[in-house]
């Protein structure tokens, strides 16, 4: 049974930085590409980054280049999203995704957590 667990969300002020971590198990982890994905209240789930296998590639939203950065340790079976220069904007349940596929920006990963909730005030 694959879980995946997300961690590090809360409520910063606006410039802050956050760090989620994303626990998984249940599945061969270097084998799977990983998402972040967010949802704001009212909107649709959308792609924020993804790391392929080995963590060699990554692909940003537009919205989150040059602020967040993912990263993975395969031998931690976990993947990380460091949040830095949070906007109010930024403010949404975050949640982490796994695919076999690499380079998936849309939604439609196999796995997903069950979100952590990331609040940044103004």
């Known amino acids: 049974q694959v879980q995946l667990v997300e961690s590090g969300g809360g409520l910063v002020q606006a410039g802050g930085s956050l760090r989620l971590s994303c626990a998984a198990s249940?599945?061969?982890?270097?084998?799977?590409?990983m998402g972040w994905f967010r949802q704001a209240p009212g909107k649709d789930r959308e792609f924020v980054a993804t790391i392929s296998w080995s963590g060699g590639r990554t692909i940003y939203a537009d919205s989150v280049k040059g602020r967040f950065t993912i990263s993975r340790d395969n031998a931690k079976n976990t993947v990380y999203l460091q949040m830095n220069s949070l906007k109010p904007e930024d403010t949404a349940v975050y949640y982490c995704?796994?695919?076999?596929?690499?380079?998936?920006?849309?939604?439609?990963?196999?796995?997903w957590g069950q979100g952590t909730q990331v609040t940044v005030s103004s």
């Open positions: 249940g599945l061969t982890f270097s084998r799977y590409a």
């Open positions: 995704a796994a695919d076999s596929r690499e380079r998936m920006t849309s939604p439609t990963y196999n796995y």
